[in-house]
């Protein structure tokens, strides 16, 4: 009985317990540790523990071209994919946004991407974007275009990871939207109609300024994903031709997994990880600021 | 009258572009992973060909495919379960004391890179002699399980009125046995939403099972992988491949397509 009693004063402490020991062990601590070995200059392959040596390891690497291209393409990656997708998938949503035969297998068909292993849609898309065999080229001759390179050209391997990735996020942000959209109350639409706006207008300043923070914060999801980009490209590239993909991530990836330079692949995460939590912030800061 | 005729061939011209551009990589796949390879590699691509079976019996035959697939869905399983373990009596406990700081500190491992926590997971699971097991692997994919059980689950307990509780505690039953008999039989659409999407999460993961897993314990999406880089020419066993992993995650997807999309837009849209 006092044992029981026990647990329920102290259950808003005990109930969550286990999983904040389990987040700290396999979250917080791996990323202190992450954080120590930046200002090591650790290699796994010389069999040496670690020494520390300041902030050495973050001057080597931050001065790298190949670090800096890599972070200015993850930028550039991030906000054309997320721009593309947000007026896309806000058009769909306002297309599809309305009773209409069909609506729910349009839905459901939507959701495919986002629940397709991306390992094997970038593989699909290989196929895809071959330059001999591939039907990329095929639709480009048909509209009596010439062939491209597709991924296979330093020059427009990222616009075509790009376009993979708004091919299978698009449709999350429709989904938000559509979401959205389905909230909202009617009456601001009928009034603006019995004032004689035209539905242009109602789009544009009833409807959409409405649905505004539903797809910002859609957007902001989908920007803390793509930063982190990391399937279709792998998959697709390797982060080639040459360095050409390479975005962060990658880069982290092939330092610690293909070159075994620790240190100096715990100053690429450190970075990666301090973009990504600073665009968190953001959207937390944003929720907090739109829910007053 | 002929005004309202146009508009809506326009919309539904426009519905069958948005669903034609949707579909379309899905059906070429599953076409192709019906083709010979001459079929494959023919110029114009063919879109009438006479369909065989031989990708899906290279797969599933030379391939050990079926055991990459034992693989993924015990990782996952296990994974999910564990999560739901851990994860429900903490969302129970965010929705009912509004711990909104501790739903931020379990949302991060969401939020943040996998990879930060990926290569000290590599030093340490190689000490501790625990690569290529499913130990490693399953604690893994906890950590892309957990965040959204907790998501999913907290916004749905705060949807169960506390009276539900409160009159069985009344009657002086103690909170943690309200929790398991009375919240509980209530949130199966949430445990479902969870569930499902915590499992596709984990069935499509890649970096993970790349760099933890090896031949014992390798999950589908690393054979998939592989097979692309060691088997260049041999497009048509790709897209089977390709479909093979697919499949279950579209299937649970259709089955439970109610719950997918709650879950997916839960995030954005209060209430």
């Not at chain 1, 979250?27 to 954080?35: D, G, N, R």
């Not at chain 1, 010439?146 to 616009?159: D, F, T, Y």
């Not at chain 2, 030093?123 to 907790?150: E, G, K, N, Q, W």
């Not at chain 2, 088997?231 to 649970?252: H, Q, Y």
């Amino acid at each position: 009985m006092i044992q029981s009693s026990f647990t329920e004063r102290n259950l808003q402490l005990l109930f969550p317990l286990p999983a904040i020991v389990f987040v700290a062990m396999l979250m917080v601590f791996p990323v202190l540790y992450t954080s120590y070995l930046s200002f090591t200059n650790w290699n796994l392959t010389s069999g040496a523990e670690p020494t520390f040596v300041g902030l050495r390891s973050y001057a080597r690497v931050l001065s790298e071209p190949r670090f800096l291209h890599a972070l200015a393409r993850t930028f550039a990656f991030t906000l054309f994919a997320v721009v593309i997708e947000g007026f896309l998938g806000v058009a769909a949503a306002l297309i599809l946004n309305r009773a209409f035969a069909g609506k729910s297998v349009a839905k459901l068909l939507l959701l495919l991407p986002l629940v397709a292993t991306p390992i094997a849609v970038g593989i699909v898309f290989n196929l895809f974007f071959d330059p001999t065999i591939g039907l990329a080229n095929f639709v480009l001759q048909a509209f009596g275009l010439p062939p491209g390179l597709w991924i296979s050209s330093e020059n427009s391997v990222i616009p075509s990871l790009i376009l993979v990735d708004v091919w299978q996020w698009t449709p999350m942000i429709t989904l938000i939207v559509l979401a959205g959209l389905a909230g909202l109350s009617e009456e601001p639409v009928e009034a603006a109609r019995i004032d004689g706006a035209s539905e242009w207008q109602i789009l544009r300043l009833v409807t959409i300024p409405m649905v505004m923070p539903v797809i910002l914060t859609a957007l902001i999801l989908r920007l803390i994903d793509a930063l982190k980009t990391f399937d279709i490209i792998f998959a697709m590239t390797g982060g080639g031709p040459g360095y050409a993909s390479e975005t962060l991530n990658i880069m982290g990836f092939k330092y610690s997994f293909e070159y075994f330079r620790m240190g100096q692949s715990a100053v690429i995460l450190v970075v990666l990880f301090v973009v990504v939590f600073g665009c968190s912030l953001g959207i937390m800061k944003l929720r907090a600021s739109s829910e007053v | 009258m002929n005004r309202k005729i146009v508009s809506s061939a326009l919309f539904y011209l426009a519905v069958a572009a948005i669903v034609l551009v949707v579909l379309f990589p899905f059906l070429w796949m599953l076409a192709s992973s019906f083709k010979t390879q001459v079929d494959i590699i023919s110029w114009p691509p063919k879109i009438f060909f006479s369909p065989t079976l031989q990708n899906y019996r290279k797969v599933f035959g030379e391939q050990d495919f079926l055991k990459y697939f034992l693989n993924s869905t015990i990782v996952g399983a296990s994974a999910v379960g564990l999560s739901l373990v851990l994860g429900l009596p903490a969302a129970y406990s965010i929705a009912r004391f509004r711990q909104r700081k501790l739903a931020v500190f379990i949302l991060l491992a969401r939020l943040m890179p996998g990879i930060s926590f990926l290569m000290p997971w590599y030093i340490v699971f190689s000490r501790l002699d625990l690569m290529d097991s499913y130990t490693a692997l399953i604690l893994s994919h906890i950590l892309i399980a957990l965040p959204i059980v907790v998501w999913i689950m907290s916004t749905y307990f705060s949807t169960i009125p506390p009276e539900m509780e409160e009159s069985a505690m009344v009657d002086g039953a103690t909170r943690q046995y309200a929790f398991w008999a009375i919240i509980l039989p209530l949130s199966g659409p949430g445990i479902i939403t969870a569930t499902t999407l915590s499992f596709i999460f984990s069935w499509n993961n890649f970096m993970f099972s790349q760099v933890l897993s090896m031949e014992k314990t390798k999950t589908l999406p690393i054979a998939v992988y592989n097979f692309l880089s060691y088997a260049e020419v041999d497009w048509g066993g790709v897209m089977a491949a390709a479909v093979a992993i697919m499949a279950p995650a579209i299937v649970l997807t259709m089955i439970f397509q109610k719950y997918v999309v709650k879950g997916l837009t839960m995030g954005a849209v209060k209430g």
